[in-house]
Structures are given as structure tokens and as C-alpha cells.
């Protein structure tokens, strides 16, 4: 008896190990590197950092590295540079993306968790609406830069042009302080920022640039032909983990803001009066966050700031929309109204 039961003993044992042997090693997380044009990242930029924080890249098998960059222009040299090994990066603003991809980079834009213009143009508290702002001082980064073309697009309907104001040079992260400190009159920030700067002085919220320039692309998510084509599924999975983590955010305001708290840096009271703007507007995407209208107004944008050497090109040869529309699929498809399918 005890001979059969060693005999028992063997074959469960014999039977285990190959069950082990056969199913293998567990499989390695798929890695991929990110890189974020902003650092640290606005409310606005959560986006990965939820995804991350919920565990859906994880879910994915996937295994997720964010940096930070000083601008787009500095990660797009990244993304492009031999020897880098980041694997796709959040471009903000988006025209500067397209015109990088334009010059030949072999670069694609596949996904945007925030098409919007995310940003509002503040004024000093004796500025109440945009023809008071008539022989002031506007901080801007560069002429043709961001903040530059957002101001524009506040002040040109109200007939005013460059020659009616003043422009200080000033980065982006010096525009609350010249605010602030009065040396400048009008800044475009995030919004966050705005609260905190009405905290410390009653300034003036003057726009909404997602709403005077409705087409404007904000961000996107770019990565190179080669690598889409040879990890086509990774980059999938990463999309759908975004996705997902944005239509999370429209429901679960006290989680997101927690992670935000803890990315950001910036005090809870203003992220929370920022995420009910944010959500209000629909700023975040739940789709593909490209829609049509949003890249040809901002290809043309290119074209006729003299963005592009070599004439505008076609918005397939900046963009490959397949990647998120195979990961929208996965997910049921596209959310419809209160939100724009395309975004």
C-alpha cells in the first residue's frame, strides 16, 4: 500500500511539473517608453499618468515608462534622435508636430487625448474685455508661437492687430509670474494656473482658446512609421489603456484628481475647479481625438503661418488613424453624442 501511494505521489508530481514545463515562463510586460512635451504635466496631461495609476496598461501586459520634456520641439528631437529609445511622445501644441512630420521625420500622428486648446487668455484686473487691452503688454513666447496665436485669435475679431499692443518675451512657465508681478498685462495659461493667479490678484479670465479657436489641435501622440509597423499591436494596447482612462475621468472626479494632486504638484482646490471646466467642455477625448476638421484647420494653420518648405501636404501623409480606430473597435467603438465621435 504504501508503494502504490509513492507511486501516487510520483505521477502527481510528474504531472505538475509538466504542466508547469508546458505552460512556461510567465510572459514578459511589453515595454514601451513615453516621453510628455510638458514637465511637470498640467490636469490637462493626466491622461497617461491614470492610466498608469489604474492599472490599464498593466491590463494590457504592458509595461510603461513616462519622462518629461521642456517643449515640443525638444521631444520631437528625441523621438527622432538615433540611438533614442522612447517609443512615442505627447507633442503639444500640434502644429508644431505637423510641421516636424512634414520636414521628414517619418513620423505618424495616431492619437490625441486632448484635441482641444486647452488654455485661457488672462488679463490684469483692469482689463475687462479684450479692447482694453489696447496698448498693454501681452507676454508671448515668440511671434508665430503658441501663445502668440492664441492671443491673436481673441484680439482679431475685436479688431485689434499686432501693432495695438505691446509683446513681452516670456517661457511659458515665466507667464504667471509676469502676470502676477505686472510685467505683462495678458498671458495665455492653463487653467488650473488661472485660479491660482485669481487667488493672489482679481485677474480677468478674458477666453476660452478651446472656444475661439474650436479647430485648433492642442495635442497628439506621434510615433515613427518603423516602429508602428514592427509593434503594431504594443502601440494598440497603449492607445486603448488612454482611451479608456479618459472616459474613466468623466465619471470618477475625486480618483482623478488624486492622481492629478500627485502628478501635478498643483493644490488640490485648483485642480478642482479646473476639472469641472474641463469636463464642462469635453476638452478630453474619448475617441480617436483627431477629428477632420480639427487637422485640416490646423494643416492649414501650418500652411499659412509659411510652416512648410516644401508646400502643404496631405493630412494621410502627417496622420495614421488606423492604430486608435482598432483599439476604439475593441472597445464597443466610438462614444456618440453628448460627445463628437471623431474626438
Known sequence: MRRMTNVCGSLVAAVSLGALLAAGPASAAERIHAGLSV????????????????????????????????????????LVGAGSDLDIGLSVPGPLLLTGISKGSRMKTIYSHAAKNEAVLVTAPDIKNVTDLRGRKVAIEGIGGYSHIGFLSVAEPAGLTDKDVTYVRATPPQRLPFLLNGNADAVVIHVEDFYRAQREKPVNELAR???????????????????????????????????????????NKDRVLEVAEKYTKAPRWALDKAYDVLVEDKVWSVNAGLPAKTL???????????QYDKGKPAVGQLVDLSLAQEALKSLGGAMGAPFDPGH
Open 39 to 78: 514637465d511637470p504635466p498640467y490636469l490637462v496631461h493626466i491622461t497617461p499618468f491614470l492610466a498608469q495609476d489604474l492599472g490599464y496598461y498593466k491590463d494590457e501586459g504592458l509595461e510603461v515608462k513616462i519622462s518629461g520634456f521642456r517643449g515640443g520641439t525638444q521631444l520631437h528631437q528625441a
Open 296 to 306: 485640416e484647420y490646423t494643416n492649414d494653420l501650418n500652411q499659412k503661418l509659411a
Open 209 to 251: 482658446l478651446w472656444r475661439t479657436q474650436p479647430y485648433f489641435l492642442y495635442a497628439a501622440y506621434a510615433a515613427h512609421e518603423d516602429k508602428l509597423k514592427e509593434r503594431r499591436e504594443t502601440y494598440v494596447k497603449f492607445l486603448r489603456a488612454n482611451i479608456r482612462a479618459n472616459r474613466f475621468l468623466y465619471k
